[in-house]
Structures are given as structure tokens and as C-alpha cells.
């Protein structure tokens, strides 16, 4: 599956742009600020419904437009399938799949399996939980629609379980029965994730493993560490665990119980990652773990997914960025693109032994051409 062209109106800062891929590695080149990663967003708009620069639709309209639309052809077993994104102000988003408009944009999800590498992703290691678990939720819903589903049911379900705590929290009473319904709602949905993010990290570690070692060596073993509260996933675990956090939840006026508080802990060599990692220790780790999702990505869906880096190769070493291009050359079968600044570094790493079709993309002020 590959994309074979982009067609952009008003999209950020491109006015109008139409571009043709290659289907193996394709590289836009310039400066910061030219339009490089906006290129990326656009594909991302078209495989996951939305970008990844911002939650708001609106802010991807070009300054003093009222819309932007992204169109694509998509190849997949030599089927051409035609894929269009539109965004009106005031009217909103609409994804149109081979002229059928979609329902529910959550129907579109893993039909085109996608994986970004950004340079913020070392917040994974840095920031909060909430990005690690975001990490975790939207590879597993690529593939498995039954969690995402799960997912959906559990966020609106905890929604009006903590608007009804806030509200008890105002009148100034509390009444468990009815905190207890929601709790038995909540239960069957936070046991499916539970399960879906074991199941996923006990799959996912040895692809991890594997790439971290071929982008370092084997002096450097990185471990992945699942934290959860709850300690027996079953129905009488859970409610346990509600039992003990109700009083918390009534002076905080939120539920502080379950699977939307579990996280990830990052360790290299036993050591934290977040605590005594250098710079390019975190962010080979980040690669590691954005390939291994590729990897694993790959397995589910039987697809080779479209793997998108932006400007990740700034601050690498000679030897990491030389066994990044051969990984993308030897491991990674599906559609790439990369943006960075330097067209020399560029002409260097793909100039060694790579046998894949390389092209390139020279991006100035909104402006893409074919080099």
C-alpha cells in the first residue's frame, strides 16, 4: 500500500500543490518553517482523519482561507483507491473514501496503517503519562477495532462518571449507589484494555529489542515496564480498586481509579531512560520503539504501513544515522518519507548500499518540487 500522489488546497501553508511518490523512500528538503512537515501532516490527515501538529481541524486551513483539501490515490494490490479530506470553517470535517463519505470518522481508522516519528516524541520518555498511553492506544486501535471500541465506551463512560463526582462536589453530597452504576459500566470496558496493552507489549518487546540493537549494539538492553493500579483484572479486582479510591474520588471530585491512569517506565541498561539517558540514547530509544510499532503494525493488518520521519536524523551520530538508512532500506518494505534540512546529509546516508529508489523533494516557502 502506497500513496502515489498529494493533491493540497489551502492546507497550511501550501496555496495549491499536487505531488507524485515514489513508492519506497521519498525525502523533502528545506528550510525550517519551508513546509516540510506540513507535507507529512497532510498524509497523516489522510490515513488517521486528523494531523498530528494539532486536535483543531481548523488551524490546518492557510491563513485567510475559509477550507483546505487534501486528496489522494492510494495504490493497494494494484487497486487505485481515491481518499479526500475536507475542512470547511464553520461546517467542519468530511472524509471521503473511493466517493462514499464516511459516517463515523472512527470507520476509517487502520485502513491505512500509519507511523509518524516526530522530533517532540522524546516527550514519551520525558512528559507526561497521558502521551505514553495515547502511544499505546492508537497502535493497538490500527489493528484491533474491538479495543478501540472499548476505548470510546470507557472514555464517554468515565466523562459522566466524573461530571456526576463534580456535581456532587458542588451540591455538597455524595451518593455512592449512583457512583456504583457507573463503576459497573466502566468495569467491562477498562478489563478489555487492561488486556489489549499486556497482550500488545508482550508482542511488541522482542521487535523492539531487536531494532534497539541494531541501531546501537548489544552493550545497551532496553526494558519496557507496564505500571498499572490494578493489581487483579477481573470484575471483583476492579471493583476492589474503585471500593478503595471512592473517597479520593469524592474530594477531587474525579475518578483517580483505572486504566486511564496506567503508564509506561523506560529503562536502558536497568537505569531510567527519563533520569540518566543522554540525548541520543532517548532518542535512538524513540526510533526503537516507533520501528518496533511498525513491526508489529505490520504483523496485524498483513499491510506494509506508511512510516513518516520528520527531521529525526539532526543530532545523530555518523553510525546511528547509517544504520537508520539501512534499516530503511532493508527492514522497512513499505512506503517512507523523511524531511530534513540537509540535502547533503541526505545524499550521503542513501548513497551507501541501498538498494531502494530514493526521491527527492526540494520544499521552499510552501512550494514542493520533485529534485
Same mark, same amino acid.
Request: with cysteine; net charge neutral.
Given at each position: ?17 499536487? !505531488? ?5 523512500? %521519498? ?13 507529512? *501532516? ?7 482523519? =486528523?494531523?498530528? =501538529? ?34 470547511? @470553517?464553520?461546517?467542519? @470535517? ?6 462514499? #463519505?464516511?459516517? @463515523? ?7 491505512? #496503517?500509519?507511523?509518524?516519528?516526530? #522530533? ?6 520525558? $512528559? ?28 464517554? &463512560? ?13 451540591? /455538597?453530597?455524595? *451518593? ?6 457507573? *463503576? ?12 489489549? /496493552? ?58 483517580? $481509579? ?18 540518566? $539517558? ?8 524513540? &526510533? ?13 493488518? %498483513? &499491510?506494509? #504501513? ?14 546511528? !544515522? ?15 518519507? &523523511?524531511? *530534513? ?31
Amino acid at each position: 500500500m502506497y500513496f502515489a500522489d498529494l493533491n493540497l488546497t489551502h492546507f497550511r501553508n501550501y496555496y495549491q500543490q499536487e !505531488l507524485h511518490f515514489s513508492p519506497q523512500i %521519498n525525502c523533502f528538503v528545506g528550510a525550517n518553517g519551508s513546509g516540510k512537515t506540513n507535507l507529512l *501532516d497532510a498524509l497523516h490527515f489522510l490515513a488517521l482523519t =486528523r494531523g498530528f =501538529r494539532s486536535t483543531q481541524d481548523k488551524f490546518a486551513v492557510k491563513k485567510g482561507e475559509t477550507y483546505f483539501f487534501n486528496g489522494a490515490t492510494l495504490v493497494k494490490n494494484e487497486a487505485k483507491l481515491k481518499i479526500d479530506v475536507n475542512y470547511l @470553517k464553520g461546517k467542519g @470535517k468530511k472524509v471521503i473514501f473511493n466517493q462514499k #463519505p464516511l459516517v @463515523k470518522m472512527s470507520e476509517h481508522i487502520g485502513r491505512i #496503517p500509519l507511523i509518524t516519528i516526530l #522530533p517532540n516524541d522524546t516527550e514519551l520518555i520525558n $512528559g507526561p503519562s497521558a502521551g505514553r498511553r495515547k502511544f499505546l492506544d492508537m497502535l493497538i486501535a490500527q489493528y484491533d477495532h474491538s479495543y478501540l471500541n472499548h476505548l470510546i465506551h470507557y472514555e464517554k &463512560i468515565l466523562a459522566q462518571r466524573n461530571a456526576l463526582l463534580k456535581l456532587m462536589g458542588e451540591q /455538597r453530597f455524595f *451518593d455512592k449507589e449512583q457512583v456504583e452504576i457507573w *463503576d459497573t459500566q466502566l468495569i467491562p470496558h477498562g478489563i478489555a484494555i487492561y488486556k489489549g /496493552r499486556e497482550s500488545f507489549l508482550r508482542d511488541f518487546m522482542p521487535y523492539f529489542e531487536e531494532f534497539f540493537k541494531k541501531i546501537v549494539s548489544n552493550e545497551e538492553k532496553p526494558f519496557i515496564e507496564y505500571r498499572s493500579q490494578i493489581e487483579e483484572n477481573t470484575i471483583d479486582g476492579w471493583l476492589k480498586l474503585m471500593a478503595e479510591h471512592q473517597e479520593r474520588d469524592r474530594v477531587q471530585q474525579y475518578t483517580t $481509579g483505572g486504566t486511564h491512569r496506567d503508564d509506561l517506565n523506560f529503562h536502558i541498561n536497568d537505569h531510567s531512560a527519563r533520569n540518566f $539517558g543522554s540525548q541520543g540514547q532517548q532518542k535512538t530509544f524513540v &526510533i526503537s520503539l516507533k520501528l518496533a510499532q511498525y513491526r508489529l503494525l505490520e504483523k496485524h493488518t %498483513n &499491510i506494509h #504501513p506508511i512510516l513518516l520521519l520528520d527531521d529525526i536524523f539532526d543530532k545523530l551520530d555518523e553510525h546511528r !544515522l547509517q544504520s537508520i538508512a539501512n534499516l530503511l532500506d532493508r527492514d522497512i518494505q513499505g512506503q517512507t518519507f &523523511i524531511t *530534513d534540512t540537509s540535502y547533503e546529509r541526505l545524499a550521503e546516508v542513501f548513497s551507501k548500499n541501498i538498494s531502494r529508489e530514493v526521491k527527492f523533494f526540494m520544499v521552499k516557502d510552501g512550494v514542493a518540487q520533485e529534485w
